[in-house]
């Protein structure tokens, strides 16, 4: 069964930093693009960067470009998001995702607020 | 980027009736690049229709994708009571990968 587990999201100053961890398991998973979306309360969803199987290629929303990077280790099956310089309107439940074409499986989602 | 604008905003119907939903795309989206996501409050999304007319594993048979090029529909044939929720069309064709604003489907 193939599930992902994402956390670390908590409350942090603006201009801070976090980073985002997604735990996966019951599938082969440096053989999948992986992404993080997020949902800002009451909000629609948006994506927000993705990842290539191996790691080469990363891929980001311009809202979070240069502030925010992805990466992955596949021997420990993880998924990361290093979040920086954040802002009130990153403030969101942010859920990792398989697969971008499509997002096949969530995550539970990890709330962030980001609030002095 | 791709906006995708979903039509209407809220939809108030009955258990058993039809619900039909819209999804138009600014431009263009090949057909194997759109989805549809339903999403119950406090839950993540769940995939319902990939390649806009293909349902996902387990989706029950009176979920229906249709459209191509610009014009997408969601059609629940008739509403069970845990189908209403809010649903999403998506589109992966190119970066950045855009979501509509939702649909909310709520009992009437």
């Known amino acids: 069964e193939v599930q992902l587990l994402d956390s670390g999201g908590d409350l942090v100053q603006p201009g801070g930093s976090l980073r985002l961890s997604c735990a996966a398991s019951?599938?082969?998973?440096?053989?999948?693009?992986m992404s993080w979306v997020r949902q800002a309360p009451g909000k629609g969803l948006e994506w927000v960067s993705g990842?290539?199987?191996?790691?080469?290629?990363?891929y980001y929303a311009d809202s979070v470009k240069d502030r925010f990077t992805i990466s992955r280790d596949n021997s420990k099956n993880t998924l990361y998001l290093q979040m920086n310089s954040l802002r009130a309107d990153d403030s969101a439940v942010y859920y990792c995702?398989?697969?971008?074409?499509?997002?096949?499986?969530w995550g539970p989602g990890t709330l962030v607020t980001v609030s002095s | 980027e791709i906006v995708l604008t979903q039509s209407p905003g809220t939809l108030s119907l009955s258990p058993g009736e039809r619900a039909t939903l819209s999804c138009r795309a600014s431009?263009?989206?090949?057909?194997?690049?759109l989805a549809w996501y339903q999403q119950v409050p406090g839950q993540p999304p769940r995939l319902l229709i990939h390649?806009?007319?293909s349902r996902a594993t387990g989706i029950p048979d009176r979920f229906s994708g249709s459209g191509s090029g610009t014009d997408f529909t969601l059609t629940i044939s008739r509403l069970e009571p845990e189908d209403f929720a809010v649903y999403y069309c998506?589109?992966?064709?190119?970066?950045?990968?855009?979501f509509g604003q939702g649909t909310k489907l709520e009992i009437k």
């Open positions: 995702a398989r697969k971008p074409r499509p997002f096949d499986y």
């Open positions: 019951g599938f082969t998973f440096g053989s999948y693009a």
């Open positions: 990842i290539s199987g191996s790691g080469g290629t990363t």
């Open positions: 431009q263009s989206v090949p057909n194997t690049y």
């Open positions: 390649g806009a007319s």
């Open positions: 998506q589109q992966s064709g190119s970066s950045p990968y855009t």
